[in-house]
T-cell receptor, first 115, second 112 residues
Framework: DQQVKQNSPSLSVQEGRISILNCDYT??????FLWYKKYPAEGPTFLISISSIKDKNEDGRFTVFLNKSAKHLSLHIVPSQPGDSAVYFC??????????????FGQGTILTVHP | NAGVTQTPKFQVLKTGQSMTLQCAQD?????MYWYRQDPGMGLRLIYYSASEGTTDKGEVPNGYNVSRLNKREFSLRLESAAPSQTSVYFCASRLTGMGGYTFGSGTRLTVV
């Protein structure tokens, strides 16, 4: 039972354009969401997060949008750069409960940004 | 500024062999976690330690044991390795509250 799903295994975008990565979740107890970026042979690195009390959070070129009613979040990268090429993981947590920081991850989306 | 250090980086085991994956963090984080990453599955939680002296099972604990040796170190042991445990293993740590983890660079384990 995949509680966090990234239905697009891969995405290809031209440099300078917008990249939109999507994530759906099923557990209504999730109230904190994160995006991680992973390069080959490295561990994932934290990118951006959003609490369920917000519907948008921005950090430079990265914006995360949360639609609680649809149980959907998305990561927008504008403008996309070749260095953004990586695997992106969506993750969720029940911050208000006793999750002790346990995260449930999606399967990941491979983003390729072409020069 | 080492962050989270995992050893070894690569390992090949024969079925039935045992080994321990080591993880240490130097950020004074309270919570530590072991995840495995498999193609098409994302990262799945094996075990975690919310604080020094406590450990608990995650989503896929079967075939593994852990030890939170002190605040810095959290090891993962495979007692009798199986081919299904071929994976990339990541250790992570977190201070308190919510916020992102800091991950190690991973251990790529192959069981033949």
């Amino acid at each position: 039972d995949q509680q966090v799903k990234q239905n697009s295994p891969s995405l290809s975008v031209q440099e300078g354009r917008i990249s939109i990565l999507n994530c759906d979740y099923t557990n209504s107890m999730f109230d904190y969401f994160l995006w991680y970026k992973k390069y080959p042979a490295e561990g994932p690195t934290f990118l951006i997060s959003i609490s369920s009390i917000k519907d948008k959070n921005e950090d430079g070129r990265f914006t995360v949008f949360l639609n609680k009613s649809a149980k959907h979040l998305s990561l927008h990268i504008v403008p996309s750069q070749p260095g953004d090429s990586a695997v992106y993981f969506c993750a969720a947590s029940d911050a208000g409960g006793t999750s002790y920081g346990k995260l449930t991850f999606g399967q990941g989306t491979i983003l390729t940004v072409h020069p | 500024n080492a962050g989270v250090t995992q050893t070894p980086k690569f390992q090949v085991l024969k079925t039935g062999q045992s080994m321990t994956l080591q993880c240490a963090q130097d950020m004074n984080h309270n919570s530590m976690y072991w995840y495995r990453q498999d193609p098409g599955m994302g990262l799945r939680l094996i075990y975690y330690s919310a604080s020094e002296g406590t450990t608990d099972k995650g989503e896929v604990p079967n075939g593994y044991n852990v030890s939170r040796l002190n605040k810095r170190e959290f090891s993962l042991r495979l007692e009798s390795a199986a081919p299904s445990q071929t994976s990339v293993y990541f250790c992570a740590s977190r201070l308190t509250g919510m916020g992102g983890y800091t991950f190690g660079s991973g251990t790529r384990l192959t069981v033949v």
